[in-house]
């Protein structure tokens, strides 16, 4: 990681990721999100965390401006991660966290193939994954795997731009990877025992998956560019 560019795409309020990058000697990183929505007193005050804990010493941010003088940080949002306009071949590392499954699957498609443009031979991704029902947050009493009750129709008046989820199942992201032409690393899928009282509901554009896929609460997918030549 030291000396190395990185990207994410997702940014979200706090930078943390990106911050604690630069603190262990990343030279550049560049995050995006597809819309403004960075919180300056959380950024700095995860800054000063990351400093201390790190024990690096940086100028006070007292805008987003500061980020990239101070911290090495290039912000960009709104800002679009099918179409970065980076140089191919320019990324070390590409890193997402929980950010993918908000996504609609055709746009994972063409981020992931802008992701293969961009990065170095050598270069990796790493993508934090959650696939559970997020609704389960404001409502502890149902199952992490409720939404795999609902058609796609019935699914949909829950979904906004708020809060879109797209349900997509663990084998469905890998072949995702492996279409954009990445190899697979390692996906540490966070495996959970199968429902029946999910199963006994389950939607039938569901059906065809497995019970091990259909209960997958969440990834960490690793993965570098294939060799083209190979498929390796």
């Known amino acids: 990681m030291r000396d190395s560019t990185c990207f994410e795409f997702g940014a979200g309020r706090d930078l943390i990721v990106p911050l604690s990058f630069s603190a262990h000697g990343a030279r550049r990183f560049v995050t995006v999100d597809i819309e403004r ?29 500061d980020l990239e003088p101070s911290w090495r940080i290039d912000y960009r949002a709104p800002a679009d991660a099918r179409t970065t306009g980076l140089p191919a071949a320019s990324i070390d590392c590409a890193v997402s966290v929980e950010t993918l499954e908000h996504i609609p699957k055709r746009d994972i498609s063409a981020i992931l193939k802008e992701l293969r443009r961009i990065m170095r031979p050598d270069g990796l991704v790493l993508m934090q994954i959650d696939y559970g029902d997020h609704f389960k947050g404001f409502d502890p009493s149902i199952s992490s795997f409720n939404f795999l009750t609902y058609s796609e129709e019935d699914w949909a008046p829950f979904q906004s731009r708020f809060q879109y989820v797209n349900r997509l199942r663990h084998s469905e992201y890998l072949q995702l990877f492996r279409e954009a032409g990445f190899q697979l690393l390692s996906d540490q899928p966070d ?26 609460l969440g990834s960490l997918i690793v993965g570098r560019p294939a060799d083209l030549s190979t498929g390796h």
Do not use: W
């Open 37 to 65: 929505l960075a919180k300056l007193e959380l950024i700095r005050s995860n800054a000063a965390i990351v400093s201390r804990l790190s024990g690096t010493d940086h100028p006070e941010i007292n805008s987003l401006e």
């Open 191 to 216: 495996r959970r025992p199968p429902e029946q009282q999910i199963l006994e509901r389950l939607a039938p554009c569901f059906r065809d998956f497995s019970e091990e896929d259909l209960f997958t």
